[in-house]
Every structure is written in structure tokens, then in C-alpha cells.
């Protein structure tokens, strides 16, 4: 549950408001709804990673991905999808971090 | 506690990702696929779209062809350049920003402390300065103010509904933001192109010539009038007009220069034009073509567009950030540019009272300095304050050796005011407003009247079979061989005296031949009374061209087209089998032979698979630099003598003195130094390319390829396969070429065609950021889409956008 709203909100408000606003997401979910905390982690790596992977895609493969190969170019790496791997790994991480605050935070006010 | 520690270590990583670490970008905000690179990649569909801007008059329909090239239809004058503004800059808004701040010394801004020696080079040699005087000029001008203007809110109004996400991946890469369109930038722009082509100077080397050699030396090796010779104006042309009374030569008094190693100008820049009138047309009508030559990079340097509004109709080549057509057709005329090269820049040596540099002598008493002080601001750093000293002449661009950067700007002399045309007032924008109007010859000559730098050979043909040529600019008024070498900056006999008259700048109409051109080279024979320039580019491409068109009777679009695409070497045609008689094959070891032999066979076609080519070009360089081995001083700049004179004497004085080899204490003959740089240059090959074979192939010898702009790896092609050098009428070599071939057929409807290696827009991420460079690199053109109206059919419209007012 917690995964699917924080990959479908991250989605969203990746239209409106800045990249970092999934920060504030992850972390607010996480706080409301987390449970364990190294769960919670993984959950808001997870979905990140995963609605950065879709977000990506659905710009990339319209445009055959050439960008992306100019890119993974640029940065020397092999192709494009290892560029897209790092990317989402990013936001998995941005994600992990924010969801784990999030319920660490909870925990420190319910206890 | 561990909430809080988690909550930092978040923090600092969101940090993180939002810095510019050196030159790596915020990698977050780079990376993050809704608002980073990965927003930039575009499909290849072209939607149908409908907007609203503040500032337009009435409606504008822009229809967009298979290029994604723009066909703009304007209700009026002023929302025509409004969209072609607006346009322009969806397309090319990071070039136009990024070429402006260049020019206008601005780059340490975005890019930090690399950028300020080019920072620092602009505004000392008064890019800003040239800028504001341009300014001045156009807004003087109504139809000019109006251009300038409207298309600057074109720029702005794109530039204010740009949402972060939508910037250009250049600005996510530097991390910065665009910046308001001010009117002064489409002048940075003309000043761009003054600085390319008209923003050098041999003086320097000159004069240490000077110094070294004599001046019958210089009189013997550096000639006012090439030994291979053919005008633009065809010899013999009489000049219908009373010249005005030419300059006195001053009491000259060479001024001193040291310690820097000169940059060696080298013959490259290889812009072509030609036209036929009815008489050798297949349909009897006039064939126009030009493909001016500069570097090539991506985004191009060019941009394609369709202007039409109740006064125009005009279709050709823009430059991205200056409004109107450079080079172009309407259904009446048509009209391309190669570039002068008149002596438009001189140095004047100047003579201060004292170290505060506050008076300079001048006209026999002191004259007081003005001061300019740029401030530059550099990112991460607090600004540099620089003060420039101008007299009258211009900028001091170097008043001591410790403000010249280690590296390049050799051609700079220290001490030495500069003057340049491209400081002057100026009103080139009327001229491409005239032109993109005109209706016939009368036009056409009137538009040219308003151009003046940096100054090109306006080639012309109209429906009418009009063609001519007019090597076109303003010209300083001068003595001859002024500003060969550095002049005395304290006479006033050494100032530019006035100009030569629009009306009397060399010209021809329909000259008896049937066909004007030019190729870079002299404008005119002996008999033309003013003084241009000492020296031009070589005739090789100008009379491989004329050869072509006096042989043609028929001609069509394809047989420009072929003459484009052609590759054979009058250099090698004039010498090379001089240069074969000389060399004695019995000397030569297995590989040598084997190399002599290819290029004894060779076609003379500088073509990407021949391997004679890369021969003779290497032997060639090796003989060139064995030949003047005197002008190699480490202590001293000094400039070659040319090609042509090497030529000359090669054939025509064998015994020469300067064949000798100054390092050895044999006395080399011509026949002594051809035989030797033979034999090291076939050496060389064999040690860079293996045995003589397939890797001797010229397209693999020569390291053609085409960068981005900011030479990001990866957003450029790569070396590609190719023929051409600089001497043949393809004069592709390295980043060097055709940055666009055009060939216009006149007529009851006329019909243009081309090609740009490149595509219209500047997104690495689109489809037509390079789906033009396949085409130009095969030699093709393609068939120009000049619609009638806004309404006129056509399968080859892909989408229209319409734009209106609020």
C-alpha cells in the first residue's frame, strides 16, 4: 500500500513541483504509514527507484532513446540503460532516505 | 536521535544532488527524469498547436515541413519578426545565449575563472563598445528598430513561459538560467561574425618580416597581386566611376613588437559562389549557388526559415538571434555571400607620456586617453575589474605583456591601439531587410549600400537574367600596403582617411562570360584604383569554378550541385608534375616507390577514397615548411609567405636562394628539397598509417568531424568519412566546410534547393537536432518547401502552430 501511494504521488507531483518534492512525500507517507523501519526503507527506495524507471522511460522511449545514449556518452558510461539504472538508483536512494526519516521520526515521538 | 541523524544525512544528500560540483552538474537535478535531462528527449511527432502571446497584433500561422523547418505567415511586419523570434529561440535558445555572452565577454559568468582570458580578450578589443555603436546605428533606422524589436519580444516572450523543466540541456549541464533578449545582443551577433571574418591581422608577423628580411625582401615574397591570378571581377572590367583622390603614404615608422610566437593563418575558410544568367541555363533562366564555409558545429550555425508578411515573401538561412534572411530567395531574386577579407583592421603603435598612461602623442602634441573599466563577473569568484585604455584609433587591447595570456592571440600585438570597422556604427539589418524585399538588380544594389561588415561578395540573379557580383562592405580609404605592418599610431597620415563610395565598391553586372563568382579570392586586377587588402585567399577554388562554368552550355540544379561536391586540386594541377620531375624513383627504398607511384597515377581529386591525396597534401606541407624554414623562429612571430608565392617559385625559380636549408652545410637546390621532403613525408605516413594501402585513404588521413558548440563529448558526430580540403571547391577539412549549400533555380516560379549539416533544432534530444547532416554528407540537397500562403496544400506540412494575441 505504502509503496503504491508514494509511486503514484512521486509520479504526479513530478509534474508540478520540483524534483526534491518526493522528498516530502516519501517522508510524509512514510510517517503516517511506515511500520519497521528497515521495511519502510526499502519501501521508499523501491518505489522511487521505480516511478523514476517509469517517469524516465516514458519520455525516453518515444524519443528511441537517443538522448539518453548522447548522455551515458557524455558521462562515459556504456550505454543508456546503465545511465537510467544510476538515475533511478538516485531517486531510490532520495527515496529510502526520506521514507526511513519519516517513520525514525514517528518512532521517536510515539515511543 | 536516529531520526535525526536519518533526517540529516537526507538533508546533506538532497544537498548534494542539487550542487555543481566543478564541472560535473547537480547531479540530481540533472538526473531526476521530471524536471533534468531526461525531460529534454522529444519524439519525433510533430503535434498541431494553438497559442496565446502578449504583444502580437494579429494571428500568425506557422506551418512546419518534414525538417521541422518554420513557414511563418504574418498578418504584418511586426509579428513576422515577433515569430521568428519566438520561433527562433524554442529552437536555438541556448546557442543564442551562449554566442551573445561570448561575444560580449560573458562567459566566466556561467562557466567560472576557465573562461576569462576570452572573457578578458573580447572586452579589450571592444567587442561591448562595437556592439553600442551598432545599436546606435540600427535604432536610428525605422524599419531596422522595428526588426530588432519585435523579434526581441519574439525571444522574451518565449523566454518568460520557459518552465525550468523545458530549459535547454545546456543550461541543466552548466546549471543557469536564460536571461531577458536585450536588442543589443542581435548586434553581438553582426559582431560574432566581424571576428571570424574580419577580425584578423598578419601585421605582426609582418613587421617582424619587416625587420628581418628588408623591404625588397617583403616587396619579392609577399606581393600585392597573386602569381595565379583570377579576379571576382572578371580582369579588364572597366570601372565607370571618377575615384576619389587617393591617401598620401605617411612618413611610416615601424613600431616594435617581441617575444611571442605568431598564429599561423592557415588557408581553410573556403566560401564559394557562382551564377549563370539565361544564356548557359538549360531552361534559360539564371542558377544560383553559394556555400559559405565556416566551423562546424551543432547547433548549427545557420537556421532555416520562411518569412512571408504583405511586404515579404522569402525564403534561406538565418543566423540564430538576428532577424531577417542572410542568405535566401524570394519569387524574384536570389542572393549568397562568400567573405572579403579586406584589410578592415589595423594596429597603430602608441606612444604614452608616462606609465599613467593618461596621454598619448598624436598630431605632434599630447592627447588625453579615455579609460573604460569592464567589469566581469566570474561564478564562484568576486568580479575582475580590467581597465582598457582607448585613444582615438580605439582600444589598447594589450598596453602591457602582463595582461596577454600565455597561450594564443599571437596576431595581438602589445602596445598597439586597434582599429576595426566593427567598431563602428552600422546598419547591416536595413540591408537584409532591403534584400530579403528586393525585385530586381536596382534592389538589390541599394540593400548593399547599408552593409558594412563584415564585408562579403554579394553574389546576385533575378528572374529578369540579371546576375552580378559586388564585393560589398565599407571600406577605409586607404594608400596602398597601409596597415601591411604595424602602423605609427602619432601621425595623422597613418589614419584611415575617409571611405571608398558604396557606388564605387568593385562591381559587375552581366558581364560578356554569362556567369559571375567568387571564391575568396582578390577581388579585382591592378586596375581598380583603391586599395583593398595586400592579400586574398588563393585563386584555386575561384578558377577551378570558372573552368567548370565556361565549359557549361546547359546548365541545371544537379550540375551546381556536382560542382559542390567537386574535389580537384589546382594546386596539384599547377604543380605537382613539377614536383614529380624532380624526384629520382631509383633513390627511393620499396615503400617509397610504391608511394610515388600512387601519386604519379593519382586523379588529382582530393576524394575521401583516394590515397594520392593524402600524399601529395603531406609532401606538399613537408616541402612548404622546408622551403621557408627561415620564418621558423622560436624568439620571433613571423608570417609565411603564401601558397602562390611557394607556387612561383617552384616553378619559375629553382635556383632560388631560399631553397636552401639554413641548418645544413650542403646548398639545396628545389629538385634537393622536393626529393627530401618526399622521402620524410612518405615516412611520416608510413609511421602514422602503416604500409601504403587502404589506410592511406584520404577520408581516414583527414580528422573531418563535427562538434557541439561547447564541445559537450557525445552531442557531436564524431570523425567521419569524407573527401574535400581547402583548396578544392569542397573545401571540407576537419571542423571546416560548408556550413550550407544552396542552389536557387529562377524563373516564372522560382525553386530553391539545400542542405546544412545539421538540422533546425538545438536539442540533442531531438530527432531534427542532426536529421540533415546524413544528406549533406552524401552531397545531396533537398528541395526547398517555399509555400505561396499560408493555406497552400502540401503533403510535405507536417503541423502548423498559430499564434495570436492575448
Known amino acids: 500500500m505504502l ?83 544510476v538515475t533511478a538508483f538516485i531517486g531510490g536512494l532520495v527515496g529510502g532516505m526520506s521514507a526511513l526519516s519519516g517513520i525514525l521520526l514517528r518512532k521517536a515521538f510515539t515511543k | 536521535m536516529k531520526a535525526f541523524i536519518s533526517i540529516a544525512v537526507t538533508l546533506l544528500l538532497i544537498w548534494a544532488l542539487q550542487t555543481k560540483f566543478g564541472d560535473i552538474p547537480p547531479v540530481g537535478k540533472f538526473l531526476n527524469p521530471a524536471t533534468g535531462f531526461w525531460n529534454n528527449a522529444e519524439s519525433k511527432h510533430q503535434n498541431d498547436e494553438e497559442l496565446h502571446l502578449d504583444g502580437l497584433q494579429g494571428k500568425v500561422i506557422i506551418r512546419f515541413d518534414e525538417r521541422r523547418i518554420p513557414h511563418i505567415f504574418a498578418e504584418n511586419d511586426h ?34 575563472p576557465k573562461a576569462l582570458e576570452v572573457d578578458r580578450y573580447h572586452r579589450r578589443m571592444g567587442m561591448i563598445y562595437g556592439a553600442e555603436n551598432c545599436l546606435k546605428g540600427m535604432m536610428k533606422d525605422p524599419e531596422s528598430k522595428l526588426l530588432v524589436e519585435a523579434y526581441s519580444d519574439g525571444v522574451n516572450s518565449y523566454i518568460h513561459h520557459l518552465k525550468k523543466r523545458d530549459y535547454p540541456i545546456e543550461f541543466k549541464l552548466l546549471d543557469y538560467a536564460p536571461e531577458e533578449w536585450q536588442p543589443i545582443n542581435c548586434a553581438y551577433l553582426l559582431k560574432n561574425m566581424s571576428e571570424t571574418l574580419a577580425g584578423n591581422s598578419d601585421a605582426v608577423g609582418m613587421t617582424n618580416d619587416l625587420k628581418v628580411f ?155 586617453t579615455t579609460k573604460k573599466v569592464e567589469e566581469i563577473k566570474i561564478r564562484g569568484q568576486k568580479p575582475l575589474y580590467d581597465t582598457v585604455i582607448y585613444t582615438h584609433q580605439g582600444p589598447v587591447v594589450y598596453d602591457n605583456i602582463s595582461q596577454k595570456p600565455k597561450e594564443g592571440h599571437t596576431d595581438v600585438p602589445v602596445g598597439d591601439a586597434l582599429r576595426w570597422i566593427a567598431h563602428d556604427a552600422s546598419d547591416e539589418f536595413n540591408a537584409l531587410y532591403l534584400m530579403n524585399r528586393g525585385k530586381n538588380y536596382k534592389d538589390y544594389r541599394r540593400a548593399l549600400t547599408y552593409f558594412s561588415a563584415p564585408a562579403q561578395n554579394f553574389i546576385f540573379a533575378d528572374k529578369d537574367n540579371d546576375i552580378a557580383i559586388t564585393p560589398n562592405g565599407k571600406f577605409p580609404l586607404k594608400f596602398r600596403d597601409q596597415g601591411k605592418y604595424i602602423l605609427d599610431g602619432s601621425d595623422p597620415a597613418n589614419d584611415w582617411q575617409g571611405w571608398i563610395p558604396a557606388s564605387q565598391n568593385p562591381t559587375v553586372k552581366n558581364p560578356p562570360r554569362g556567369f559571375v563568382s567568387s571564391a575568396n579570392q582578390a577581388s579585382t586586377d591592378s586596375t581598380y584604383p583603391y586599395y583593398l587588402n595586400w592579400r586574398f585567399d588563393l585563386y584555386d577554388r575561384g578558377k577551378r569554378i570558372n573552368d567548370l562554368l565556361s565549359a557549361m552550355k546547359k546548365a541545371t540544379v544537379d550540375s551546381f550541385l556536382v560542382m559542390q561536391m567537386d574535389n580537384y586540386s589546382m594546386r596539384a594541377h599547377d604543380i605537382l608534375p613539377a614536383m614529380l620531375k624532380y624526384i629520382d624513383p631509383t633513390k627511393l627504398d620499396k615503400e617509397q616507390a610504391e608511394a610515388y607511384d600512387i601519386v604519379k597515377n593519382w586523379d588529382l581529386h582530393f576524394a575521401a577514397t583516394s590515397e594520392g591525396a593524402s600524399i601529395f597534401n603531406a609532401w606538399w606541407l613537408d616541402f612548404y615548411h622546408m622551403v621557408w624554414d627561415e620564418f621558423d623562429r622560436k624568439d620571433l612571430p613571423m608570417h609565411y609567405p603564401s601558397y602562390d608565392r611557394t607556387e612561383k617559385l617552384l616553378l619559375t625559380d629553382p635556383g632560388s636562394k631560399w631553397f636552401d636549408i639554413a641548418g645544413t652545410p650542403a646548398k639545396e637546390t ?48 564524431g570523425k567521419f568519412f569524407a573527401g574535400g580540403t581547402s583548396s578544392v571547391i569542397d573545401a571540407l577539412k576537419d571542423d571546416n566546410g560548408p556550413s550550407w549549400r544552396m542552389v536557387v533555380q529562377l524563373g516564372p516560379k522560382v525553386q530553391g534547393f539545400g542542405i546544412f549539416p545539421g538540422g533546425e533544432s538545438g536539442n540533442p534530444g531531438s530527432y531534427y537536432y542532426d536529421d540533415m547532416f546524413a544528406t549533406w554528407r552524401d552531397g545531396k540537397l533537398d528541395k526547398l518547401l517555399f509555400l505561396g500562403s499560408a493555406n497552400e496544400e502540401s503533403n510535405r506540412v507536417k503541423s502548423t502552430l498559430t499564434l495570436s494575441s492575448k
Request: charged content about 15%; aromatic content about 14%; hydrophobic content about 45%.
Open chain 2, 79 to 112: 509579428d513576422l519578426y515577433y515569430a521568428e523570434g519566438y520561433i527562433t529561440a524554442r529552437d536555438r535558445l541556448w546557442q543564442m545565449d551562449i554566442q551573445t555572452r561570448a561575444a560580449a565577454g560573458r562567459l566566466s559568468e556561467v562557466v567560472g
Open chain 2, 214 to 368: 628588408g623591404i625588397g625582401t617583403m616587396n619579392d615574397l609577399f606581393p600585392d597581386q597573386p602569381f595565379h591570378d583570377e579576379p571576382i571581377i572578371p580582369a579588364g572590367t572597366k570601372w565607370d566611376f571618377t575615384p576619389l583622390p587617393i591617401p598620401k603614404p605617411s612618413a611610416s615608422f615601424i613600431a616594435q613588437t617581441s617575444g611571442m610566437q605568431s598564429k599561423e593563418i592557415i588557408p581553410g575558410i573556403g566560401s564559394n559562389n557562382w551564377a549563370v544568367n539565361g544564356s548557359r541555363s538549360a531552361n534559360g533562366y539564371p542558377i544560383l549557388a553559394n556555400d559559405p564555409h565556416l566551423n562546424l558545429t551543432f547547433p548549427s550555425i545557420w537556421y532555416l526559415v520562411q518569412l512571408s508578411s504583405p511586404t515579404v515573401n522569402v525564403y534561406g538561412a538565418s543566423l540564430p538571434g538576428a532577424p531577417g534572411v542572410v542568405i535566401g530567395f524570394n519569387q524574384n531574386i536570389s542572393w549568397g555571400v562568400t567573405n572579403v577579407d579586406a584589410d578592415v583592421l589595423d594596429w597603430y603603435q602608441v606612444k604614452f607620456k608616462d606609465n599613467s598612461k593618461n596621454e598619448y602623442w598624436y598630431n605632434n602634441r599630447w592627447n588625453k
Open chain 2, 670 to 717: 628545389c629538385g634537393d628539397v622536393l626529393m627530401k621532403s618526399f622521402v620524410e613525408s612518405v615516412n611520416k605516413l608510413i609511421k602514422e598509417h602503416g604500409l601504403p594501402g587502404k589506410n592511406w585513404q584520404w577520408g581516414d588521413v583527414k580528422n573531418t568531424h563535427i562538434n557541439h558548440l561547447a564541445n559537450i563529448p557525445g552531442f557531436g558526430t
Open chain 1, 3 to 85: 509503496f503504491i501511494i508514494i509511486l503514484v504521488l512521486t509520479i504526479i507531483c513530478g509534474y508540478f513541483f520540483p524534483w526534491w518534492f518526493a522528498v516530502v512525500i516519501a517522508f510524509s507517507m512514510a510517517f503516517m504509514l511506515g511500520k519497521k523501519p528497515g521495511v519502510t526503507f526499502l519501501i521508499g527506495f523501491a518505489a522511487l527507484f521505480t516511478a523514476w524507471t517509469i517517469m524516465a522511460l516514458l519520455k525516453s522511449i518515444p524519443n528511441h532513446n537517443a538522448l539518453a545514449t548522447r548522455v551515458a556518452h557524455l558521462f562515459q558510461l556504456p550505454n543508456w540503460v546503465i545511465l537510467l539504472i
